[in-house]
């Protein structure tokens, strides 16, 4: 997976705010001069696009149905019955049990309905003979009926010098960073609310709610008008 580059997305973030004509910004970043930039350093700028980027993440991993979330998962293994999960955001990939017939043979779990059910089925095995792919999951803990259960489960970890999220979300990386940049004082609000509303429906799109992106274009002729 081509993934968005963090210094194309500074480039295009100065860009955008060099752009508007009433409130000009020099490329030139880091002097603390407050006549030559609003943003002391270039950490500001990056520090915003790794946040911004780390939203997208996590907002695509939210959504079991997004193409890219499968690049976000991992496994946990050789968890025993009663065992605790990892900590994660978002939906379990799947669950897979290994019953003992073969060494390390996983079989797709089928999950209970109820810890009740599974509680039925341990208190009762003669009446459930077919029950060894049978989990349950239920505050961060996985019961089952196997030997030993393997977990695919989202898994992420922000850095502080690359993104992650796929290349088709630049541009939302570039608006969601400039809104995060809002500083008090700023003669162009329109700037940063406009970067904040398309980024605010970005993430709702990816999470799977009902929402309109705006027109990318539109927005970056608004802004350089």
Known sequence: MNVTDLSTVQSRIVGLLLANRLSPFSASVGTGSSANSRYTSDDEIK??????????????????????RP???????GLA????????????????????????????ARLFKSSEEAIEVKAYPTLYPDADTWAFIEAGRIFHNGTSARVRYPAFTKTSSTCQSPETDQTAVVFGAIHLLRKDGSVTPELYDKCEAFFTDYLAMLKGENTIVPDITTIERQLAA
């Open 47 to 68: 520090t915003a696009a790794i946040e911004a980027d780390a939203l997208i993440v996590m907002a695509r991993i939210s959504n079991p149905g997004d193409p890219y």
């Open 81 to 108: 019955s009663g065992d605790h999960l990892p900590g994660f955001v978002g939906a379990i990939g799947h669950v897979d049990i290994d019953t003992g017939v073969a060494d390390e043979i996983y079989e797709r």
């Open 71 to 77: 690049q976000f998962l991992t496994w946990a293994t």
